[in-house]
């Protein structure tokens, strides 16, 4: 069974740093690409970033590129998000997602989030 | 900002259909990409629920169904029942963004 459970959001101030981790298991991780999704509260979907399953592939959406770092280790079958210079609108909560195989552009499973709240 | 337009809300009694729409563009649902529908229950993750613009995941019942022509797509519930009651969402790739997109999202409410 495919399972992926986020960890490592919280409560911090503007212009802060937090490190989102996604633990992966039930599948060969390093086959998949996987991405980040998120939700802003009462909001709709927004994906992240994403990276190849090898980790040498790297893409980000316009509105964190600079300030979110993607990557991901193998070897732990981890996934994770550093996030610095962070701003009030990326308060949301956070989901890792496993891209299907081959060159598809979906998601097939959904970790069950974790909550990011920027506030003074 | 979502690049993909959903109605924010439909309903309809138990039992009835509902039909959901997704339009897109020349950049996305229109240069070919497909289109792909996710679930979420309040308070919970998405799932997915349809792939490739018409395929069912194992355990998707087959009163759930999605189309594709042009740069639109739909899904149809059918025989509603109360628990579709839930935020659905279509998704598709985006060749001018180079970014997965999502739709507005549409709730469907149960009468």
């Known amino acids: 069974e495919v399972q992926l459970l986020e960890s490592g959001g919280g409560l911090l101030q503007p212009g802060g740093s937090l490190r989102l981790s996604c633990a992966a298991s039930?599948?060969?991780?390093?086959?998949?690409?996987m991405s980040w999704v998120r939700q802003a509260p009462g909001k709709g979907l927004e994906w992240v970033s994403g990276l190849s399953g090898s980790g040498g592939s790297t893409h980000y959406a316009d509105s964190v590129k600079g300030r979110f770092t993607i990557s991901r280790d193998n070897s732990k079958k981890t996934l994770y998000l550093q996030m610095n210079s962070l701003r009030a609108e990326d308060t949301a909560v956070y989901y890792c997602?496993?891209?299907?195989?081959?060159?598809?552009?979906?998601?097939?499973?959904w970790g069950q989030g974790s909550l990011v709240t920027v506030s003074s | 900002q979502s690049v993909l337009t959903q109605p924010p809300s439909v309903s309809g009694a138990p039992g009835q259909r509902v039909t959901i729409s997704c339009t897109g563009s020349?950049?996305?649902?229109?240069?070919?990409?497909?289109v792909h529908w996710y679930q979420q229950l309040p308070g919970t993750a998405p799932k997915l629920l349809i792939f490739d613009n018409s395929n069912r995941p194992s355990g998707v019942p087959d009163r759930i169904s999605g189309s594709k022509f042009g740069a639109s797509a739909s899904l149809v519930i059918s025989g509603l029942q109360a628990e579709d009651e839930a935020e659905f969402y279509c998704q598709s790739y985006d060749s001018s963004l180079s970014d997965f997109v999502f739709g507005t999202g549409t709730k469907v409410t149960v009468l």
């Open positions: 039930g599948f060969t991780f390093s086959n998949y690409a």
């Open positions: 997602a496993k891209q299907a195989a081959g060159k598809a552009y979906y998601f097939d499973y």
């Open positions: 020349s950049s996305n649902i229109g240069a070919g990409y497909d």
